[in-house]
């Protein structure tokens, strides 16, 4: 077993301490709690926006008498807006902050969330629904990175993860609203309704507006990133340790070349293709599941409302396994990932209704967590300067799956074989499973790097590291001259 990064105590004699130890040293509180209404409202808000197309599928079409491929322009429009928006807004975060990128996504999700309601034809609608998905993915982008560079590093991961529990209650609205208003009102009222919490939190944003303290750090904004320490130790009733806050500014931010660094190209590599594989699989299955529901005789809405209500127990396990003590990040996301695998095959071949439905709630009790478990570790393995890019770079992968996976689903419904469309799935979370293993930088427990410079090698081997004595990223005379490694935890590939 590898060293784990150890807090060191935190006193008045101190000349310098770093800003890791700063934020980890103030307590959980009200300015905590207040970024967390905003980040889980704005991320509640895009994962209703999101799961809406999955309902439309069979309104739409009988609205403007779409046939079964002209429908799936839909999410390739949005798809194709979602490449370009993701690495923009990912840039942008990096170079100009977190905030006001955020507030760009809420408006325009707001904005053309109503204003798709009204469309008039088909073509119109997918344009307006195009600019919905290029907020969503802003979102997606800026939302996880600005919580996590507020939050100290113990229970860092636990936290993390209730985004993702209050997108699942977003997804949850969103089957709730097409179970009650679809089949009564039709899909522009549901369409209108889905929009409803992103205008609720645009509205919140506007009053809450402060910044990531890592950001203003690393862009040299010191004076402003000490008033926002401050603020978030008043209403933690903590006061700030003594001494000088440490962090390097960084003046090359926002570079997606970085990424593919010599330290830093392995994990980008393998996060890649960690990423894509889930989005191929939660898509392929997730796409035309109400009208696969229906087509073996089970009534779509109810089950997928049932469905819906079975991420939630699965992200609540995540909350409490996901932490250094427990499974760490890399155990928690080959687990979620093989029992996907093994429920969708499950539920491909075993035949009698309630059983299939039973086993439809277990894939989405274990898909749907391990996007909070890539959702938390992705920001953690980069640093300050490049995480937002590498969150956008994420997002820019998962969006091809989105692109083509509407027309995968078409093609396999198609054949009438009724095993096949859950088990294509079932071979996406496979390959995403071998390609977990290439992941061996735990980052549980660890401290955040904020700059390149503060990145080392990924390390591969179980042999034990020595750990220097001076925390990560410490700075001595104006330079960052000795690093703590990150990947401290032990690596084996088991699950």
Known sequence: MKQRDEEVPLTSARAEIHLDEVISSIKFGKFHLKMMIL??????????????????????????????MTFPLLPFCGG?????????????????????????????VSVFGIASAFAPYFWLFVILRAFVSLGTSGIETVDFV???????????????????????????????????????????????????????????????????????????QTDRGYEVLKKIANQSNTSLPQGEIVCPPSAERGRVQDLFSKDLRKRTTFSMLVW????????????????????????????????????????????????????GRIRCLR???????????????????????????????????????????????????????AMASMYMVIAFPGIITAFIGATVLSTNISWLYPT??????????????????????????????????DVTSDETLPTPDVPNGCVQNGNCNVVKETDTMDSSPML
Request: proline residues 5%; contains cysteine; hydrophobic residues 50%.
């Open 80 to 108: 194709i807006i979602s490449l370009i928006s993701s690495f923009s807004f990912g840039s942008l975060s990096d170079k100009f902050g977190r905030q006001k990128p955020l507030l760009v996504a809420l408006l325009f």
């Open 39 to 68: 980040t889980c409202g704005a991320y509640f808000a895009a994962c209703t926006e999101m799961m809406s197309i999955v309902f439309l599928s069979k309104p739409v079409k009988s609205e403007w008498n779409l046939n079964d």
């Open 424 to 457: 294509v799935a079932a071979g996406f979370f496979s390959l995403q499973f071998l390609f977990t293993f290439g992941l061996t930088s735990e980052t549980a427990g660890q401290s955040l790097n904020d700059t390149k410079q503060t990145i080392k090698q």
């Open 335 to 389: 687990l979620f990932s093989f029992a996907t695998a093994l429920g969708l095959l499950l539920f491909a071949f075993i035949g009698v209704p309630i059983v299939k439905t039973v086993f439809v709630i277990l894939v989405y009790f274990f898909m749907v967590p391990i996007y909070s478990i890539l959702n938390t570790y992705t920001p953690e393995l980069y640093p300050t300067d490049s995480r937002s890019i």
């Open 146 to 220: 600005l919580l996590l560079e507020c939050l100290p590093k113990k229970n860092r991961g636990c936290t993390m993860v209730v985004i993702t529990l209050c997108g699942a209650f977003g997804t949850l609205l969103s089957a709730a609203l097409a179970w009650i208003i679809l089949p009564k009102f039709g899909w522009r009222w549901f369409i209108g309704a889905c929009a409803v919490p992103s205008c609720v939190i645009l509205a919140y944003r506007l009053w809450f507006s402060f910044e990531s303290p890592r950001y203003l750090y690393i862009s040299g």
């Open 276 to 327: 894509f594989f889930q989005s191929m699989g939660f898509w392929g299955v997730t796409m035309y599941l109400p009208e696969y529901l229906m087509s073996i005789e089970i009534d779509p809405y109810f089950n997928m409302f049932a469905v819906y209500i079975g991420e939630i127990p699965g992200l609540c396990l995540t909350m409490v396994i996901i932490e250094h003590r427990k499974f």
